[in-house]
């Protein structure tokens, strides 16, 4: 296995990163070729989310070289780690130069970028007042008035997303407030009707039980009476079943 040839999860995480290399890679040109500090400044900036998607997607390639880590030879977890390692250093690599053009910027200096684009050195000294003419110092001080109300802007957009994150979660914690108070009271109820119903199965078992006394007692006199029945009808004259019917009355001389 080559660098080139690497598993499915891990070759699809490569190559985005290497697309998004070589999208830094022409930012950083266009930024290069660009004269106006301002316009380096928003393309600086268009670098910044496009470096923490990098970012990501390494930590992504990390966490799939720990996962195959089991079923690879040795040789394949080195060649991976060497890969990751190369990785990191095209990312460095771009951090390092966004930090070169943004301290160049604010220091009015020029960068020269290298050939292969991934590298910038400085070139010239910081433009001093006293050397700047009227027309540069104008021109300087709208830049950095320029900048400085972009910063502003920026900051207003900050707090007001914060604002109305701020209301958005209120309004959500209001909601779940609410709905809570709707579940406890569900609770409540459903606890009464509970006592209720354990009250309700009781009485019905005690009553239950009283209604299975009284029919076994009607069922011993039943059975009692039919006994005593079948007792006379076959045997009509038994002197000990007698006893228990009318007497009667005494004679008299």
Do not use: W
């Not at 496009?50 to 977890?77: G, H, T, Y």
């Not at 050939?115 to 110092?137: C, F, I, K």
């Not at 006592?195 to 209604?211: E, F, H, I, P, Y």
């Amino acid at each position: 296995m080559s660098l080139t040839n690497l598993p499915p999860p891990l070759s699809d995480i490569s190559n985005q990163l290497n697309r998004s290399f070589t999208q830094l890679k022409t930012t950083f040109s266009k930024i290069d070729k660009c004269e106006d500090p301002s316009r380096q400044s928003q393309l600086l900036e268009d670098v910044t989310p496009k470096l923490r998607e990098c970012r990501r997607l390494i930590q992504e390639f990390e966490r799939e070289m720990k996962d195959q880590e089991a079923k690879n030879s040795p040789e394949v977890n080195k060649m991976l780690q060497e890969k990751k390692r190369a990785l990191v250093k095209d990312l460095n690599a771009f951090v390092t130069l966004k930090k070169t053009y943004q301290g160049a910027i604010q220091e009015g200096q020029k960068v020269k970028l290298s050939e292969d684009g991934r590298t910038a050195e400085v070139v010239g000294a910081p433009r001093l007042a006293s050397a700047m003419t009227n027309a540069q110092l104008m021109e300087e001080g709208n830049r950095v008035l320029g900048q400085t109300d972009q910063s502003v802007l920026r900051s207003k957009q900050v707090v007001e997303n914060t604002i109305n994150i701020g209301a958005a979660t209120a309004t959500t914690l209001k909601g779940q407030t609410e709905q809570m108070e709707r579940i406890v009271d569900k609770l409540d109820n459903l606890e009464f009707s509970l006592k209720r119903a354990t009250k309700l199965v009781k009485a019905l078992g005690r009553q239950m039980a009283t209604d299975k006394c009284i029919l076994a007692m009607l069922a011993f006199v039943i059975l009692g009476v039919i006994a005593i029945i079948v007792v006379k009808i076959v045997d009509p004259h038994n002197k000990k079943l007698s006893d228990f019917g009318p007497q009667a009355p005494p004679a008299t001389n």
